[in-house]
């Protein structure tokens, strides 16, 4: 069994969109995907030669039929799973352009704000739900 340091590390690119009334858009993983069925922050791998602003353009236009405008960091950190080490980068969507969809056929759902801790995230999502509060706390 390889280690934390032997495993192979990716970097994921994950978008938080806000509605006007503070609920929060969340996508469920796809089957025959790692960690299918469970709920997410929308996103994807960071591929080489990409900056991470880049990332998050492409995967919510891939997954979700948006134009990311412009997007805020909100928190990164390390999560490691039992075959890889992934490090996590939240960040606020504060401007798109289109209609959030499920491009991909995987579920989504906006949810209250407030409700984010009683979803289901997966357990590498759910360090991102405070920071988010208090980041959109400011912007109320």
Avoid at 19 to 31: G, N, S, T
Wanted: aromatic residues 6%; proline residues 6%.
């Amino acid at each position: 069994m390889p280690t934390g340091d032997s495993l192979p590390r990716i970097h994921v690119m994950a978008g938080a969109l806000v509605d006007a009334e503070r609920r929060v858009l969340i996508a469920q993983r796809p089957a025959g995907k790692h960690m299918a069925g469970g709920w997410e922050f929308p996103g994807g791998k960071l591929t080489a030669g990409e900056t991470p602003f880049e990332c998050l353009v492409r995967e919510l236009r891939e997954e979700l039929g948006i134009e990311v405008l412009a997007a805020e960091p909100v928190i990164a950190y390390a999560h490691q799973y039992a075959d890889r080490n992934v490090f996590l980068h939240l960040w606020h969507v504060t401007r798109y352009e289109g209609t959030p969809n499920s491009a991909e056929g995987q579920a989504i759902k906006w949810v209250a704000l407030d409700d984010l801790d009683k979803v289901g995230l997966l357990e590498a999502d759910t360090p991102m739900i405070e920071p988010l509060k208090k980041a959109l706390g400011s912007r109320r």
